[in-house]
């Protein structure tokens, strides 16, 4: 699977349009190549942490421990998703579909990257908070219905089976953000 298959998919699954699926591989090799979309987002999480940490609310521990602590979580909360959703599917009946998903999933969070530092810029240019606060909420809006979407798209589940799978998927990462703020110092 190329990454330019990846990239066409995943902006059509971001319009809404399912059949982005068909654009991505369905056997578990073709899943394992599309976790290159992981290496292509880093740079985007990273900027985001920067930002962050760019107002003077810099790390107790430092920049260093921490960056090495957000690349360690990032890479925990993505394959700690992957292998919990391999679990979700097998007990749903839908583990053959599950290659199909993971690459659509793993895909589809670089627009969700994207537009997260799209949304960081304008408040660096002097946009007000309440106005960058709520772009970021419909920013966090999209990005659930987008993660919905694939999920009941790649896996053919019910709508409210989906959501609990993109809770899931928030369970874990809050988890990962929690260990990585403690090493962090915060």
Excluded: H
């Amino acid at each position: 699977m190329s990454a330019a298959d990846g990239i066409a998919a995943a902006l059509l699954l971001a319009r809404g349009r399912a059949e982005g699926l068909a654009l991505l591989p369905s056997t578990m090799e073709g899943a394992a190549s599309s976790f290159r979309a992981a290496l292509v987002c880093l740079p985007a999480f990273l900027a985001l942490r920067l930002l962050a940490w760019s107002d003077g609310a810099a790390p107790p521990a430092g920049i260093a421990v921490a960056l090495v602590a957000e690349v360690l979580g990032f890479a925990i909360s993505w394959a700690g998703f992957a292998l919990a959703s391999l679990a979700v599917a097998t007990q749903a009946g839908r583990a053959p579909a599950w290659p199909r998903f993971i690459a659509a999933w793993n895909w589809t969070n670089l627009v969700q990257y994207l537009l997260l530092v799209a949304l960081a810029v304008p408040p660096l240019l002097g946009l007000p908070q309440g106005v960058s606060t709520v772009l970021g909420l419909a920013a966090l809006g999209y990005a659930l219905w987008l993660e919905w979407f694939v999920t009941r798209s790649a896996l053919a589940l019910p709508g409210a089976t989906a959501a609990m799978v993109v809770a899931l998927d928030l369970a874990i990462g809050l988890v990962a953000s929690g260990f990585t703020t403690r090493i962090a110092g915060g």
